[in-house]
């Protein structure tokens, strides 16, 4: 009943930038928290950063400084732009959206992921 469709990933040197951008759509009434993840190969699936409805923001130590998410609440968006990448960073990123629906039920959903990779 909600889609969400991540995009903006690739490849980038050591120290450089990417925006990813994470989109949710179909019957929702109020998205309450949207986050980003990353599962890096033989890792778990680890939240780094996270926004309320209201604006509040968490980060996890490893990107804090670094990474940035932001939230359009009017286009059910959220962005997470990251800076000085290290080869550390690389992973599938995932978005996930909880919120409620038009039907007053509560929902939570994950994006399919998207590749970031940094390397020389």
């Known amino acids: 009943q909600v889609q969400v469709v991540e995009s903006g990933g690739g490849l980038v040197q050591p120290g450089g930038s990417l925006r990813l951008s994470c989109a949710a759509s179909?019957?929702?009434?109020?998205?309450?928290?949207m986050g980003w993840y990353r599962q890096a190969p033989g890792k778990q699936r680890e939240l780094i950063a996270s926004?309320?409805?209201?604006?509040?923001?968490n980060y996890a130590d490893s990107v804090k400084g670094r990474f940035t998410i932001a939230r359009d609440n009017a286009r059910n968006t959220v962005y997470l732009q990251m800076t000085n990448l290290k080869p550390e960073d690389t992973a599938v990123y995932y978005c996930?959206?909880?919120?409620?629906?038009?039907?007053?039920?509560?929902?939570?959903?994950w994006g399919q992921g998207t590749q970031v990779t940094v390397s020389a």
């Open positions: 926004i309320t409805i209201g604006g509040y923001t």
């Open positions: 179909g019957r929702i009434r109020v998205i309450t928290a």
């Open positions: 996930n959206v909880g919120g409620e629906l038009a039907t007053m039920s509560v929902f939570g959903s």
